[in-house]
């Protein structure tokens, strides 16, 4: 992280290529690295949980089987009838920037949810799968909706870019929100622990007031932790309303 | 079918983000890492994260979903079945229960009627040995006036015979002549007769 007393909060976003050359020549950097062992958390959670497959769940069965039914809820209470249809891609989604915003608040470890182009891509993702659905289900009907019901068509010429704006819009703020929160977040703690680092510079005064940036890391962590789950469910919840209006006819 | 919408609707998302991936523009030159898109790296994780997401995503709903969803249709199937057998086994007891009530009742009916053949059996009796004895007490009242009739009678008889005799004996000795028997049973008679009258 910071060395000495300069700060350089951005360095832990940096990517280093992984089993060198190799790695170099296919662009695998720690990220991926931390994809999959995200994912590999997430599975291996849910096949030990659902080990026992126990009529009377224990505890980690019980866990896995909450996971699932909160987001199949959320996914069918969203969506509709056609929810149970996207419920795995939801919950994949779901789980999948949880378990990296979650790993990426360990120490010395890197979080794949704060670099644009991993979210991006997430938040294409979404909007590709959404317009693919809504041309499937609505056909040509699905364009209609960038005319506002009901609205005077002498305002058609400045409400259909408008809305044709905000669609489009969707992925880049989708995309933006999840980056941002995880980057401030990693940010703020980095700022705080170099401040540590700077106060024990100055004796047993400064080990005093380290206290203070200490104990705002602790709560920082808890804020987190709280931001972790709620930027992934965000995404989930916006990604199955965009899925609603696509099913919708 | 909308599994499959799904599935191409994903497809299609790959081949976009890797397109988007191929032609990143590399131009950026600022302080965030994030933003270095002429670093091979921040392309390179959008690739290997389509990989890994569309693993991720295959696993999930082949086999870890279906795993799970298994085990809760399972416990809402073996918990229906338990208030299902649950609620037979109440249906029998009930049915159980009204039948020990229709026998009850059914045993109470049959011994309020034996009670009854019984009291009708012997009120019956009852009025026959009744019947039988008023009957024999009229035929011996029959009898015993029978006699006092046939006694009665015979007493009247005797009477007759007495008072012929007498008036025989009466008229012969207040005029010293035998009467004629003819002439004193007819007056006795007639005497007689107007008496009973």
Redesign the interface.
Known sequence: MAGGSSINVLEQFELHPVLGSLGEALRLSQSPIYMVVAVCLVLAFLYLGMKPAAVVPGRLQAAAEVCYEFIHTMAVDTIGAEGAAFFPFVFTLFFFILAGNYIGLLPFSFTFTSHIAVTFALALMVFVLSVVVSLKSQGLRFFAHFMPDGASPFLAPLLIPIEILSFLSRPVSLSIRLFANMVAGHVMFDIFASFVVMLAGFGVVGDVFAIGPIAINVALMALELLVGVLQAYVFAILTCIYLREAVAH | ???K??R???L???C??SL??AT?PGAYAT?????D?A????????????V??L???L???RA??P??????E??AH?ISGDLEVARAAKHDADRAVAELQQARKDAMAEAQANLQAALDEERQAAEKQMHDINARLDMEIADAEARVAAEKARALGALREIAHDTTQALVQRLTGLAPDAQLVAQKVEGASARRAV
């Open positions: 079918m909308m599994t919408t799904v191409a609707g994903l299609m998302s790959a976009g983000v988007l991936a990143a302080g965030m890492p994030q933003l898109f670093n091979p790296l921040v392309t390179g994780q959008v690739m290997w994260g389509a890994i997401f693993v991720f995503y696993v999930l709903s870890m979903l795993r799970v969803s298994r085990v809760l399972d416990r073996r």
